[in-house]
């Protein structure tokens, strides 16, 4: 017998969803539906409670070396460079990021992102080829400017950085 392991109503082919209907058992449609609204509820306050208890952590361990290694560690990860790379070492981080600031603008690298901009995109990545920029510049850069003319442009994203004009 095709029943409803919750409410125990016949199955038939209205009151259930073709997959449950073919697996001949689950739950009706209805009490899959009351407890996925009831689940979302409580998952969506358990979200709420558990983010407002650990905000200030996080935003204490967001302004925190280790979060930005780990942020470019990701960013490499994401290029695919093998872990051989001296890219990878924490004292080529250090000395990227002892100045605090962006190539182009020389505005302050934000702590939540920043991006490694490849100078010349045809090279790979190699430690000469790579300028700490900020997510603004490195997105303006893309595939619209050159090194050179993004250099052409520092001294007016300095200014826009700084409000100046
Ligand atoms: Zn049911
Ligand atoms: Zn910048």
Redesign the pocket.
Known sequence: MLK??????RFTKS?TTPTTFKRRKG??????KEYRVKNKERSRLYGLEYYSAHQSERHLYQQTFPYRHRTLKYFLKKAKISRSNPLWSLNFFVGLLSFNECHYCLGPLHSKGYALDKVDPEKSYLISNIVPCCVRCNRLKLNHFSYREMMLLAPILGQIQRKEI
């Open positions: 409803c392991y919750k409410c125990g109503k009151n739950w009706c449609k209805t009490c899959e």
